[in-house]
Nanobody
Framework: QVQLVESGGGLVQAGGSLRLSCAASGRTFTKYVMGWFRQPPGKEREFVAAISWGGGRTDLVDSVKGRFTISRDNAKNTVYLQMNSLKPEDTAVYYC???????????????????WGQGTQVSVSS
């Protein structure tokens, strides 16, 4: 199993940047595909980004392409979400998640990730 703790959320003006971090416990971090999801106020949780075990593959939802970058540092057991050019519609609780496999058909499905962090709030003002 793996335990996940997010950090880096906060309040930022539109056009600003934030970097979220997700620290994982244990010595098997490299065995996990990592994902970021978000839940806007009053809405369902949605996929944001995923990254493969070694970082060679990444997937991002269309709405954040060109603005967000997912990366990982396996030596530090940490995955990052760099968010630039933030918009008010990016306001949400952001969650880090982990799974063992990387499937083309369901990498963006929250129910396929068994491990979750507690979430960190990101608020973007206009």
């Amino acid at each position: 199993q793996v335990q996940l703790v997010e950090s880096g959320g906060g309040l930022v003006q539109a056009g600003g940047s934030l970097r979220l971090s997700c620290a994982a416990s244990g010595r098997t971090f490299t065995k996990y595909v990592m994902g970021w999801f978000r839940q806007p106020p009053g809405k369902e949780r949605e996929f944001v980004a995923a990254i493969s075990w070694g970082g060679g593959r990444t997937d991002l939802v269309d709405s954040v392409k060109g603005r967000f970058t997912i990366s990982r540092d396996n030596a530090k057991n940490t995955v990052y979400l760099q968010m630039n050019s933030l918009k008010p519609e990016d306001t949400a609780v952001y969650y880090c998640a982990a799974r063992r496999d990387y499937s083309d058909s369901d990498y963006d499905e929250a129910q396929r990730y068994p491990y979750w962090g507690q979430g960190t709030q990101v608020s973007v003002s206009s």
